[in-house]
């Protein structure tokens, strides 16, 4: 074993740049060399433009202000996401998923015992945003930070240009010492082990590692192609597996959420930026050819014909172990859960997280993969669930697609407890804490989820007019009133 630890990332996208700079920051004590070797001539996904608190997180973790990243990467606020016309026979045709802030404290016990007194045929408040400050602030466009004196911390996400963030990344781990090698991985060699022992590029030359990173996006080049490592697919209750995408001119005054609109089969996103609105549309082949898709995509958005559209695949799923030997993939290699929720750097940030905590325990011993791939697969496993449910509740009859999704019974045992829970009235946050959910999911997402899309069974006839917790709490002129701290 060397003295110095060579870790070597293949891959330079988003997922590459944000594994770089991490291990560059969490290693920065330890004698570790990074190295990342990525080819210009191979093109990034280039999509992912909205992100979850976790790159708040992330940022905060390495030192760097919303100041200093957010102008260069054309970023805005991201406080949660609203959904348009996926449950119409409800009668809520929108509602929205706001980022749980410090302030919720307040109100997610009422929001949760409504939506239960709401499950016995009673007339409640119940719709999410009412219930979360950044509901709040999604309807009145204020941003999200935190001013002055204002006691309670803010949580929100971004919007960005993913070509731009990972520019600004790659900046950020070189000012901390990783190496950049632009060449075209052509082979890998292994130990008799069949442990990973160096990458090789077209000019014959090698790159020698003790832990391998695979960036290389859906290609796998290290964990699937070389390891052999299955990929399970989650076709079976997500059916989405293309994506097309257009950028539009940017909005004004600018939105801080993402909209995302049910379509005929699929559903389309709106991302606001600083420079343009990103858009696309994410739906299934086998419900829609992709011509028939791209019309109903320009019709939404208004465009014409001339407007270029790029088309996209999707492979949706996990790969069955995220650590083998002495190879981690990281990004698209390990999985991806299709972006609803935008869920993709989330799971990179926490699989980083992990990767470094388990790597360093270990003495930088390359082999310790046990408790990372449990944790890793279940984190996938309950974001999973959770997009699931957006599909299983749908109300719409327009297409066979929704039809087929609101049928299917694929489901997994956890998704069909919760989901059992809900329908016999009984309390959804008890079950969650039990069941210790691993997951970025909690028990106001769950609850924003089941009683946006109005899972609720008929009123009663009898209505006592009373028990209203969002009425007594008097919580809307409580946020009303915290909402003047904040500004367009
Ligand atoms: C339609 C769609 C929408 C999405 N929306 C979101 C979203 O809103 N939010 C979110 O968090 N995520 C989203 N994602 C996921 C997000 O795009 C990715 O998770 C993120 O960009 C990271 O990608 P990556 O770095 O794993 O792979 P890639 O961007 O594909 O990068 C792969 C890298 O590997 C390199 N490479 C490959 N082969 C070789 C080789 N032989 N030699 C050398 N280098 C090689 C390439 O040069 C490149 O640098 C979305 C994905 C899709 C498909």
């Given at each position: ?39 210009s001539q191979i093109a990034t996904i280039g999509v992912g433009e909205g992100s979850t608190p976790s790159l708040k997180q992330f940022f905060t973790e390495l030192g760097i202000s919303d100041e200093t990243w957010m102008p260069e990467c054309s970023a805005t606020y991201k406080v949660g996401i609203q959904f348009c016309d996926w449950s119409p026979a409800s009668g809520v045709p929108q509602y929205r998923h ?225 650590w083998v030997k002495n190879c981690v993939a990281l990004g698209l290699s390990q999985g991806f859960i299709e972006p609803l929720e935008a869920t993709a750097l989330h799971l990179v940030y926490q699989s980083a997280r992990l990767l470094c905590e388990q790597y360093q325990k270990s003495g930088f011993n390359a082999q310790q993969s046990g408790t990372y791939n449990q944790q890793v697969s279940t984190q996938f ?108």
């Amino acid at each position: 074993m060397n003295s110095e630890h060579r870790i070597i990332i293949a891959g330079g996208g988003t997922a590459g740049w944000m594994t770089a700079a991490l291990t560059a920051h969490r290693f920065k004590h330890f004698p570790v060399s990074i190295t990342l070797v990525e080819s210009s001539q191979i093109a990034t996904i280039g999509v992912g433009e909205g992100s979850t608190p976790s790159l708040k997180q992330f940022f905060t973790e390495l030192g760097i202000s919303d100041e200093t990243w957010m102008p260069e990467c054309s970023a805005t606020y991201k406080v949660g996401i609203q959904f348009c016309d996926w449950s119409p026979a409800s009668g809520v045709p929108q509602y929205r998923h706001p980022f749980i802030s410090q302030l919720d404290t307040f109100s997610q016990r009422p929001f949760e015992v409504n939506c239960q007194t709401r499950r016995l045929g009673l007339d409640v408040t119940t719709l999410p945003d009412k219930f979360l400050f950044n509901g709040y602030l999604a309807k009145a466009q204020c941003l999200p930070v935190t001013p002055p004196n204002f006691p309670f911390r803010m949580e929100y996400g971004y919007h960005f240009d993913s070509a731009r963030l990972g520019q600004f990344l790659k900046k950020h781990a070189q000012s901390l010492g990783v190496q950049h090698v632009d060449a075209k991985i052509a082979g890998v060699d292994t130990h008799p082990d069949g442990s990973l022992s160096s990458l090789i590029d077209t000019n014959s030359n090698h790159y020698n590692g003790d832990l391998f990173i695979d960036c290389t996006g859906f290609r796998s080049l290290l964990l699937q192609q070389t390891l052999n490592v299955p990929f399970t697919s989650f076709a079976d209750n997500l059916f989405n597996n293309k994506a097309m995408v257009l950028a539009t001119e940017p909005t004004s005054p600018l939105p801080v959420e993402t909209k995302a609109t049910a379509l005929s089969n699929g559903w389309a996103w709106q991302i606001p930026l600083q420079t343009r609105t990103g858009n696309g549309y994410v739906y299934s082949d086998a419900y829609q050819s992709q011509d028939s898709a791209e019309q109903e995509f320009r019709r939404y958005l208004g465009v014409s014909d001339a407007a270029q559209i790029e088309h996209l695949s999707m492979q949706v799923g996990q790969v069955e172990q995220h650590w083998v030997k002495n190879c981690v993939a990281l990004g698209l290699s390990q999985g991806f859960i299709e972006p609803l929720e935008a869920t993709a750097l989330h799971l990179v940030y926490q699989s980083a997280r992990l990767l470094c905590e388990q790597y360093q325990k270990s003495g930088f011993n390359a082999q310790q993969s046990g408790t990372y791939n449990q944790q890793v697969s279940t984190q996938f496993d309950n974001v999973r669930d959770y997009i699931v449910a957006h599909y299983k509740l749908n109300t719409r009859n327009d297409t066979a697609y929704w039809q087929h999704n609101r049928n299917n019974g694929k489901l997994s045992d956890s998704l069909m407890q919760i989901l059992d829970t809900w329908y016999r009235g009984e309390d959804l946050a008890a079950h969650l804490t039990k069941k210790a959910h691993l997951t970025h999911f909690n028990s106001i997402s769950w609850h924003c989820l089941l009683a946006g899309y109005g899972t609720f069974p008929a009123l009663a006839t009898q209505q006592p007019g009373q028990g209203d917790l969002f009425k007594e709490h008097q919580l809307q002129q409580f946020f009303e009133g915290c909402l003047l701290n904040f500004k367009a």
